[in-house]
């Protein structure tokens, strides 16, 4: 059974569309987070939920808005997408310390 | 200053080999630290938690230097396996666990 899984893996889209990226866990874990991978390999933390509550608000733009309509599920919404977004997103959960990382959702915007 | 540096590499290296890497993180308070790694194209995973005592799996031991801020990773006898990206993480000191990765350091076991 996938810990941690995404969809979809793959995402290709032209810009100024919307789009959304689902995530779940089923390790019973409270924490949630959505983290960026840049094409320099970089990766950075956007946002948190800690039991569907927002506790990690790192600076990203609003287009991007997270959702966590309990706490083994947290989607992204992508409004507006742009060149610059193209990336892979990880999703992860952790209960204390180590992090589980879903397998990545790869976003090519054209 | 960032707030987790690792050199990039990439390390090459023969098999059989030692190789170390090191990180430096700029927040005094952080309180926990770890090391995973990333295949290509594929989720970080945890390698191992680091302890201020330091501590070791295997061929992999892990450091803490808490005076001057940074960790370390040293892998004895390199398998070809071992080739991928290491990731540099320190956690914060705050009631939720926020980690910060470093940019990561690449290894590549050469035959």
């Known amino acids: 059974d996938t810990a941690v899984s995404q969809t979809p893996k793959y995402l290709v889209t032209q810009m100024g569309n919307d789009k959304s990226i689902k995530c779940e866990q089923n390790?019973?874990?409270?924490?949630m987070y959505w983290y960026k991978q840049d094409s320099k390999k970089f990766l950075k933390i956007m946002f948190s939920?800690?039991?569907?509550?927002?506790?990690i608000n790192e600076t990203v733009p609003n287009r991007f808005s997270p959702k966590s309509p309990d706490k083994a599920h947290l989607n992204l919404h992508i409004n507006s997408l742009e060149l610059g977004d193209s990336a892979v997103y990880f999703c992860?959960?952790?209960?204390?310390?180590?992090?589980?990382f879903g397998p990545g959702t790869r976003l090519t915007v054209l | 200053r960032k707030e987790v540096e690792q050199d990039p590499g990439p390390f090459n290296v023969p098999e059989g080999a030692t190789v170390a890497f090191n990180c430096t993180y700029s927040?005094?308070?952080?309180?926990?630290f770890f090391w995973y790694r990333q295949d290509c194209r594929k989720e970080p995973k945890l390698l191992m938690s680091v302890y201020s005592s330091g501590n070791e799996d295997g061929r992999f031991t892990a450091q803490l230097n808490r005076a001057s801020q940074y960790i370390s990773l040293l892998i004895r006898d390199s398998k070809l396996s071992d080739s991928a990206t290491y990731l540099c993480v320190v956690g914060n000191s705050g009631g939720y666990q926020k980690v910060t990765f470093g940019t990561g350091t690449k290894l590549q076991v050469i035959p």
């Open positions: 939920y800690n039991n569907k509550e927002l506790i």
């Open positions: 992860a959960s952790s209960q204390e310390t180590e992090q589980f």
């Open positions: 390790l019973g874990h409270d924490t």
């Open positions: 927040n005094s308070a952080s309180q926990s």
